[in-house]
């Protein structure tokens, strides 16, 4: 898991992840072994601070689109399956009461404040805010004794004002990473683990990955952060293609593993993600 926070434009999550697999720890218990399927995704870990108003006319939002991560422990099936018994707990008494539907049943959100879900992610609501603002030593010694003394009853509420997309380092600032190229059994290159997401959009559609301004991407973008999409892309989805006057920002929509993080990273904030016509995307039958 990589945090979006992260400041160096040259980091690619994917590469990070190939190169997480070589270390000593890790290589022997995969050596041998098959890849058999890949996929990627942005998961919401704003936890508590960022829980929004879980109701609406005629629906409930659970699980991760409700933000329930309780990021302190990265483990959310839990909590997502708790989510879901309360909106089905709301749902039976809405029934018996007969009403006909299209109302805003704001009492799901009274039965989530009930439960040892919302409890538990209160009790973890500091831990990603201290790691922001105070890095990972001064930020982990406050997430230990938030955690293990006062067991989440801190006296006050850390809050995360920070955007992801404004993160990141001007790229003259930053050092380049040099990543190791793909052997073929450990590490594998994006596009052949692309091939293994089973991604299928219409050729034909509009693109469902839309640019709010065509020229941001090679007047705003690659001089200022040596276009970071090229990178914290994880299905190759981003390309400047050419040299000089022949250069261009190619976006191969085909590719989208529907993971979101351009909408959320890309630091011009010119990205938007929108769904595909046709139910396109990644079909994950193993994962």
Not at 4 to 27: D, G
Request: net charge neutral.
């Amino acid at each position: 898991i990589v945090d979006l926070n992260y400041s160096n434009p040259y980091l690619s999550p994917f590469e990070e992840l190939q190169r997480f697999k070589t270390h000593s720890k890790i290589a022997p218990t995969l050596a041998g072994g098959e890849r058999l399927s890949y996929g990627a995704r942005a998961i919401t870990k704003g936890g508590f601070n960022s829980l929004p108003k879980m109701s609406l006319p005629g629906a409930f939002l659970v699980g991760c689109d409700a933000g329930t991560l309780n990021f302190s422990k990265i483990k959310g099936t839990h909590t997502a399956m708790k989510s879901g018994m309360l909106a089905a707990q709301t749902i039976v008494e809405v029934l018996l009461e007969g009403d006909p539907g299209g109302k805003d049943h704001t009492h799901y959100d009274s039965h989530m404040r009930c439960s040892w879900l919302y409890r538990e992610l209160r009790s973890s609501r500091n831990f990603g805010p201290a790691l922001h603002k105070f890095g990972p030593y001064l930020g982990g010694a406050f997430n230990y004794i938030d955690q293990n003394w006062l067991r989440g009853r801190m006296p006050f509420t850390l809050k995360d004002a920070s955007q992801d997309h404004d993160s990141l380092k001007d790229a003259a600032e930053a050092t380049p990473i040099d990543y190791p190229k793909p052997d073929g059994t450990l590490t594998f290159d994006k596009n052949s683990s692309v091939f293994l997401s089973n991604t299928n959009h219409e050729e034909d559609q509009p693109a469902h990955l839309r640019l709010g301004n065509e020229d941001i991407p090679l007047k705003v973008n690659l001089p200022r952060w040596a276009e970071p999409a090229q990178r914290y892309c994880p299905a190759g989805v981003y390309e400047v293609i050419g040299q000089g006057s022949d250069q261009r920002f190619q976006i191969n929509a085909p590719n989208c593993i529907h993971c979101k993080t351009c909408d959320i990273k890309d630091p011009s904030q010119n990205i938007t993600w929108v769904t595909p016509e046709g139910g396109g995307g990644p079909s994950y039958s193993a994962m």
